[in-house]
């Protein structure tokens, strides 16, 4: 079986750019996560969805940070502007939540800078 | 407020010593998950093992064990007879369950280096 799948791997932008980072997550699962991780910050939950549905985007830092999951295999998070601040790299996860917690199976990251 | 603290920054140990990595956790909840995840210097995080808020079993597998312990908030973690391949930034992590799903946060993650 195919892993969380992201895309792409690295993405290099400037400033004022949209970014546009992509997700497959594993079939069958119906959780999504979005992380950053960053030296200063560490790994941040950025916004996650139950069955296709964002449950909570708190930890999404401000405005220019949006994502959708339109439907059960597919996932974007978008930055628009970037900021070079924005530079980190970005993590999908996905997990087979039931009844019961399961893990979260991550996937590769997308490695973002921006100029 | 949940929480998860792992106060070791950075571990270093030579090869074939005990090494435990440390992690403290807040949470008001009464059902919650713990983990400890892997992140090797390739990049990606590799799940090692969840534990339920109901069972304080010590577990061990391998050369990994975990000491739950609900009545100090810890979730420790020991390798024994350390390896190079142990080399990696080692999270723990605390979900706690809210409507509609689970929300997940990481600690800093504790990086340890195996010298050989």
């Known amino acids: 079986d195919a892993g969380v799948i992201q895309s792409p791997r690295h993405e290099v932008t400037e400033m004022g750019q949209e970014v546009t980072l992509r997700c497959k997550p594993i079939s069958g699962h119906n959780s999504l996560f979005w992380y950053r991780q960053t030296m200063m910050r560490g790994l941040e939950l950025l916004i996650y969805f139950n069955n296709n549905v964002p449950i909570d985007d708190s930890g999404m830092p401000e405005d220019r940070f949006s994502a959708k999951m339109p439907n059960a295999s597919f996932s974007t998070l978008k930055i628009q502007p970037s900021e070079p601040r924005d530079s980190a790299v970005y993590f999908c996860a996905s997990s087979p939540q039931r009844e019961v917690l399961n893990e979260q199976f991550f996937g590769p990251g997308t490695r973002l800078t921006v100029l | 407020a949940q929480k998860v603290t792992q106060a070791q920054t950075e571990i270093s140990v030579v090869e074939k010593e005990d090494v435990t990595l440390d992690c403290v956790y807040e949470?008001?909840?009464?059902?919650?998950?713990l983990f400890w995840y892997k992140q090797p210097p390739s990049g990606e995080l590799v799940f090692l093992i969840r534990r339920n808020s109901f069972d304080e079993q010590n577990e061990i597998s391998g050369r990994y064990s975990w000491n739950f312990q609900k009545s100090t908030s810890s979730f420790n973690f020991t390798i024994t007879a350390s390896q190079v391949v142990d080399s990696a930034v080692y999270f723990c992590?605390?979900?706690?369950?809210?409507?509609?799903?689970?929300?997940?946060?990481f600690g800093a993650g504790t990086r340890l280096f195996v010298k050989a």
């Open positions: 992590a605390l979900s706690e369950a809210r409507t509609g799903g689970f929300k997940t946060i």
């Open positions: 949470t008001r909840d009464t059902t919650y998950y």
